[in-house]
T-cell receptor
Framework: GDSVTQMEGPVTLSEEAFLTINCTYT??????LFWYVQYPGEGLQLLLK?????DKGSNKGFEATYRKETTSFHLEKGSVQVSDSAVYFC???????????FGTGTSLTVIP | KAGVTQTPRYLIKTRGQQVTLSCSPI?????VSWYQQTPGQGLQFLFE???????NKGNFPGRFSGRQFSNSRSEMNVSTLELGDSALYLC?????????????FGPGTRLTVL
C-alpha cells in the first residue's frame, strides 16, 4: 500500500544553517505530495505541496521537488531561523482518492 | 475565512466512558477527515466523510465512529474508552474530492483517558 518514510529526528541546527529533511514514498500511480508543519500545541499547517513530477513547492523559504525517479520529496531551507522550530510531516495523497498518508514527523530545533 | 474549528480543545475521561468530538470545517468545504496523533504511532487516518457519507475508513476498531451533517460539520464518537485512546484528534477539511485539494487542519482535541 501507499506509505511515506521520512528522516528520523530529532534534528538540531544552529540559526542560519542549511536544512534537509528526507522524505521518500511508495505509491501507486501519481500521488500528490505535501509538507505540513506542526508548532507546539497546534494542529498541522500546510507548508507546501507538489502535484506532479518535477513540480517544486515552495513557501517561507522552504522548498521541495517532486522526484518521481527517486520517489522522493525532500524538504530544504537555505537558512533556518529559531522560529522554524517545529515538527515537520511529509504526506502523500493517494492517486485513487482523498486519503492521506503521513510520515512519522521530524522534530526540528533551531538554536540561536 | 474562519479556519477549521474543533471542540472541545481538551477533554479528560475515564476508561469505559464514551466521548464525542466535534469539527466544523471551513465554510464551503464538503470533505472532512479525522486523524489520531500519538507519540508512538504518529498520525493515523481514522475516516473521511463527504456529503454525509463515509468514503474511507482507516484501520481502527468499531468503537470509533463518525458522522457528517448536512452543513458538513462532523462528529467523531469513541465508545468504551481505553487508556490507549489518549491522543490528539485532528480534523481536516478540504473543498471536495479533487486530487489537488489541500487538507486544512484544525487545532485538535486533546483527549486524556484516565
Amino acid at each position: 500500500g501507499d506509505s511515506v518514510t521520512q528522516m528520523e529526528g530529532p534534528v538540531t541546527l544552529s540559526e542560519e544553517a542549511f536544512l534537509t529533511i528526507n522524505c521518500t514514498y511508495t505509491a501507486t500511480g501519481y500521488p500528490s505530495l505535501f509538507w505540513y508543519v506542526q508548532y507546539p500545541g497546534e494542529g498541522l499547517q500546510l507548508l507546501l505541496k507538489a502535484t506532479k513530477a518535477d513540480d517544486k513547492g515552495s513557501n517561507k523559504g522552504f522548498e521541495a521537488t517532486y522526484r518521481k525517479e527517486t520517489t522522493s520529496f525532500h524538504l530544504e531551507k537555505g537558512s533556518v531561523q529559531v522560529s522554524d522550530s517545529a515538527v515537520y510531516f511529509c504526506a502523500l495523497e493517494a492517486f485513487t482518492g482523498n486519503q492521506f498518508y503521513f510520515g512519522t514527523g521530524t522534530s526540528l530545533t533551531v538554536i540561536p | 475565512k474562519a479556519g477549521v474549528t474543533q471542540t472541545p480543545r481538551y477533554l479528560i475521561k475515564t476508561r469505559g466512558q464514551q466521548v464525542t468530538l466535534s469539527c466544523s470545517p471551513i465554510s464551503g468545504h464538503r470533505s472532512v477527515s479525522w486523524y489520531q496523533q500519538t507519540p508512538g504511532q504518529g498520525l493515523q487516518f481514522l475516516f473521511e466523510y463527504f456529503s454525509e457519507t463515509q468514503r474511507n475508513k482507516g484501520n481502527f476498531p468499531g468503537r470509533f465512529s463518525g458522522r457528517q451533517f448536512s452543513n458538513s460539520r462532523s462528529e467523531m464518537n469513541v465508545s468504551t474508552l481505553e487508556l490507549g485512546d489518549s491522543a490528539l484528534y485532528l480534523c481536516a477539511s478540504s473543498p471536495g474530492l479533487g486530487r489537488t485539494d489541500t487538507q486544512y487542519f484544525g487545532p485538535g482535541t486533546r483527549l486524556t483517558v484516565l
